[in-house]
C-alpha cells in the first residue's frame, strides 16, 4: 500500500495514515487503503487498532480531499463518498479504533477521529471543524455524531466559527478520552490498548455493536430527514459551495454571498 502502514503485533494493530506531502488529506486512495487495512486486522483477529499519523506528523489529517470534492448539484458527503465509507467502516468494525492523535485535525478527519472509539491526544491536539468555511452543508449523520460527544452549543460552536478548538478544552469537552505530553502519547495508548487486548473480545465487539445502535436510536422521521436532504442540496447547489471549494483551490480567503 502507498499511503497505508499496517502492523499487528500481539492483538494489537496499527494503522498508519503515510501521505505528509497531502498532509495525509483523505483522498480516495488513502481511504480505501484505510479501509482495507482494517479488513486485514480484522481477519488477522486484531483486538485492538490504533488510528494514527506518520511519527512527526503536525497534521494528523487535513480532512476531505478538497479536490476530490463533487462540483455543485451533487452532494459532498453522500452515501457512497470516500469519507463516509470510511466512517462506516469505523463505526461496524466490531473491534475497538482508538485515534492516536500527536497534531492538528481538519474537516471529515475530525469526523474519522470522533468516530473512533476513544480519542487520546498530545498537547499538540487541535481540531478544526471546516464545513461552513468551505460552504459545505454537513450530513445529518456527521451533525448527529458530534452531538453524541459535545453539547449541542459546543457542536454549533465549532461548525459555526470553524475554529480550531486546543487539546486542552478538547480534552474538557469530552473529544480526548486523555491528554498527554507528545513524548508519553505513544506510550500511554499502547498500553491502554494492551488492556483492552487482555478483555473478551466477545464482549467487546457485542457492547460496540450495541453502542453504535443505541447512538443512532433518536427516531429520524422520513420527512425529517427529507427536509434535512431539502435544505442541504439548497446549498451544495449554490454558487458559494462553488466559491467555497475555488477559494481553497486557489489559496484564498472564500467570499460568500448567500446565494
Ligand atoms: O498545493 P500542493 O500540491 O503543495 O499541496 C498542498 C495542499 O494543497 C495539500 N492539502 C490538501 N489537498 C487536498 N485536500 C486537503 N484537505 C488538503 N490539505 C492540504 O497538501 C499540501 C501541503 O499543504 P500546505 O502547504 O497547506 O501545508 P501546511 O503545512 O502549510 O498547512 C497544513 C494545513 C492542514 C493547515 C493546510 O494544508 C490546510 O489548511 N489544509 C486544509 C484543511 C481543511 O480545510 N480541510 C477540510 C477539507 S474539506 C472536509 O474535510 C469536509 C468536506 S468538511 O469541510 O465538510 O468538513
Known amino acids: 500500500m502507498k499511503y497505508i502502514q499496517i502492523h499487528l503485533d500481539k492483538h494489537i494493530g496499527t494503522i498508519t495514515m503515510n501521505h505528509p506531502e497531502h498532509r495525509n488529506a483523505l483522498s480516495e486512495v488513502i481511504i480505501d487503503e484505510m479501509i482495507n487495512a482494517f479488513d486485514e486486522l480484522k481477519e ?111 457542536a454549533k460552536e465549532m461548525f459555526f466559527t470553524a475554529q480550531p478548538i486546543e487539546a486542552e478544552r478538547a480534552h474538557l469537552l469530552g473529544i480526548l478520552n486523555h491528554l498527554l505530553p507528545a513524548d508519553s502519547l505513544e506510550s500511554y495508548t499502547y498500553d491502554l490498548a494492551e488492556k483492552i487486548s487482555r478483555n473478551s473480545p466477545l464482549s467487546i465487539a457485542a457492547m460496540k455493536e450495541s453502542f453504535r445502535l443505541l447512538a443512532n436510536a433518536s427516531p429520524l422521521t422520513p420527512n425529517m430527514f427529507e427536509r434535512i436532504q431539502g435544505l442541504r442540496r439548497k446549498v451544495y447547489d449554490s454558487n458559494d459551495y462553488r466559491e467555497g471549494i475555488q477559494s481553497f483551490l486557489e489559496k484564498r480567503r472564500p467570499v460568500f454571498k448567500g446565494e
Open 44 to 154: 488477522a483477529k486484531a483486538r485492538v487498532i490504533i488510528l494514527r499519523a506518520y511519527a512527526g506528523a503536525k497534521v494528523w489529517s487535513a480532512g476531505h480531499d478538497v479536490k476530490e470534492l463533487p462540483t455543485p448539484g451533487r452532494d459532498p458527503l453522500g452515501y457512497e463518498d470516500s469519507l463516509v465509507r470510511v466512517l462506516r467502516t469505523v463505526q461496524y468494525i466490531t473491534t475497538p479504533v482508538i485515534a492516536m492523535i500527536d497534531g492538528s485535525v481538519w474537516g471529515g478527519a475530525c469526523d474519522l477521529a470522533f468516530t473512533c472509539d476513544m480519542l487520546i491526544g498530545s498537547t499538540n491536539a487541535q481540531f478544526t471543524m471546516t464545513p461552513a468555511k468551505l460552504g459545505v452543508p454537513y450530513n445529518a449523520s456527521g451533525l448527529l455524531r458530534f452531538m453524541n460527544i459535545l453539547s449541542v452549543n459546543a
